[in-house]
């Protein structure tokens, strides 16, 4: 059965930083793409930054230039570093990992971990 456990979450202050870690157990497969959504309260959940295996990261247009995404294939973790932190950050973050399927990868999904930023 696949896990994704994840960490890092916690309070900041505006401008400040955290670091998400995510790592996926369970399958003898290797992932294709990795990622981090947020859902914050009243919102839907949203895309903030994907990486596929080969190290390609694409970024929801407000986290560019402030958040980065990268990847440890053989530890099978993907981690979020979250720089110049803003309140509007605040949100449970979800990792994702997109296992290979029979026709369609299979996506699997954390927990979540809060995130808040006080102003």
């Known amino acids: 059965q696949v896990q994704l456990v994840e960490s890092g979450g916690g309070l900041a202050q505006a401008g400040g930083s955290l670091r998400l870690s995510c790592t996926a157990s369970?399958?003898?497969?290797?992932?294709?793409?990795m990622g981090w959504y947020r859902q914050a309260p009243g919102k839907r959940r949203e895309m903030v930054a994907v990486?596929?295996?080969?190290?390609?990261?694409n970024y929801a247009d407000s986290v560019k230039g402030r958040f980065t995404i990268s990847r440890d294939n053989a530890k099978n973790t993907v981690y979020l570093q979250m720089n110049s932190l803003k309140p509007e950050d605040t949100a449970v973050y979800y990792c994702?990992?997109?296992?290979?399927?029979?026709?369609?990868?299979?996506?699997?999904w954390g927990q979540g971990t809060q995130v808040t930023v006080s102003s």
């Open positions: 990486i596929m295996s080969g190290g390609s990261p």
């Open positions: 369970g399958s003898r497969f290797s992932i294709n793409a």
């Open positions: 994702n990992a997109d296992f290979p399927g029979d026709y369609r990868p299979i996506r699997y």
